[in-house]
């Protein structure tokens, strides 16, 4: 598995605001994802972070709301822009690592509520 | 749409008990199956699982899937307090995971 950091751990924030979440790994990855758990939820993918380029964007989310970026192997942050209290969830990022495995390791996630 | 759809939703029992949680899956795209543990904010790994009928087994917890059938089970012996969560079951197509909702456990003492 991998070591995965994610700040901050939690944030309440006022709306119109916008708040970065940064992910960072301890060994170089082939693959990084965002996803959001709103409240009762289940996982749902915002988006594969792709090193060097634009991100790869789910049905439903869109980089003017969502900007990604990931300036290398082990580095990613999501952006929520002009938050509203709607956007109030877990933000989690996982990692794929190098190798034939379908299996990601997550994050410990973002808390945010939006007021 | 890629449905994964997991039962029950919840579940409550006592130390002791032996539970059996159910996920069924849509064919399309699919390469493996995964199960996660959800105590807090982040997932943790159980198992994936790729071939049917072979159990994948972790102490007291063990899975095995269905192909033809479309289905797996993630089955946990002997439950104790601490396997209170979430267990989540995802769908691998490949690059992306499509999670269920989710079977809420409570193990009462």
């Known amino acids: 598995s991998a070591v995965i950091s994610q700040k901050p751990s939690r944030d309440i924030c006022q709306r119109g605001t916008s708040l970065t979440i940064q992910c960072q790994v301890d060994?170089?990855?082939?693959?990084m994802f965002w996803y959001r758990q709103q409240p009762g939820q289940s996982l749902t993918l915002i988006a594969t972070?792709?090193?060097?380029?634009?991100?790869?964007?789910e049905s439903g989310f869109v980089i003017d709301k969502f900007p990604i970026s990931r300036p290398n192997l082990t580095f990613s942050t999501l952006t929520v822009s002009n938050m509203s209290p709607e956007d109030s969830s877990i933000y989690l990022c996982?990692?794929?690592?190098?190798?034939?495995?379908?299996?990601?390791?997550f994050g410990p996630g973002t808390r945010l509520t939006v007021l | 749409e890629d449905k994964v759809v997991q039962s029950p939703l919840s579940l409550v029992v006592h130390e002791g008990d032996t539970v059996t949680l159910n996920c069924s899956y849509e064919?399309?795209?699919?390469?493996?199956l995964l199960w996660y543990k959800q105590e807090k904010k982040a997932p943790t790994f159980l198992f994936m699982l790729?071939?049917?009928?072979i159990e994948k087994k972790s102490g007291r917890l063990s899975s095995i899937l269905d192909k033809k059938e479309l289905f797996s089970i993630l089955n946990i012996t002997a439950t104790q307090t601490g396997d209170s969560a979430i267990y989540l079951c995802?769908?691998?197509?490949?690059?992306?995971?499509?999670f269920g909702t989710g079977t809420r456990l409570a193990v009462r003492p």
């Open positions: 996982s990692v794929r690592l190098a190798g034939y495995t379908d299996t990601q390791y």
């Open positions: 060994s170089q990855v082939t693959m």
């Open positions: 972070a792709n090193q060097g380029s634009e991100a790869t964007y």
């Open positions: 064919v399309t795209n699919f390469r493996s």
């Open positions: 790729t071939s049917s009928g």
């Open positions: 995802a769908k691998s197509s490949g690059d992306k995971l499509t």
